[in-house]
């Protein structure tokens, strides 16, 4: 009777510690992701910050860089093009805002 309390007891100890190293791996994976996108923002912000009138890296650096960030420039460009009709783009459904 008391062998199976305490047995019981260690279960219940060993899924509290499997629960909190998921909880922890879970907020790891959470804070590398928010830091990645933090990374991403400094990043395109020192590529795209002399259109704005910020001063960050040389115009040649930002040339070659530009090749990474196809993706973000072409949605870029779509958004810039269909500029016209922000609100219907908006409220369409399955539209990319």
């Known amino acids: 009777m008391a062998l199976e309390r305490l047995i019981g007891v260690l279960r219940e100890i060993s899924l509290m510690v499997k629960g909190f190293h998921q909880a922890m791996l879970e907020e790891s994976v959470g804070a590398l992701e928010a830091e990645y996108v933090e990374l991403e923002n400094a990043f395109l912000t020192?590529?795209?910050?002399?259109?704005?009138?910020?001063?960050?890296?040389?115009?040649?650096?930002?040339?070659?860089?530009?090749?990474?960030?196809?993706?973000?420039?072409?949605?870029?460009?779509?958004r810039g093009y269909r500029g016209e009709d922000v609100l219907g783009d908006l409220m369409a459904l399955g539209g990319e805002w």
Do not use: R, Y
């Not at 795209?48 to 460009?77: C, D, H, Q, R």
């Open 46 to 78: 020192m590529l795209f910050g002399p259109l704005i009138g910020i001063k960050t890296a040389p115009a040649l650096l930002t040339l070659e860089l530009l090749e990474s960030v196809k993706g973000e420039i072409s949605i870029l460009e779509s």
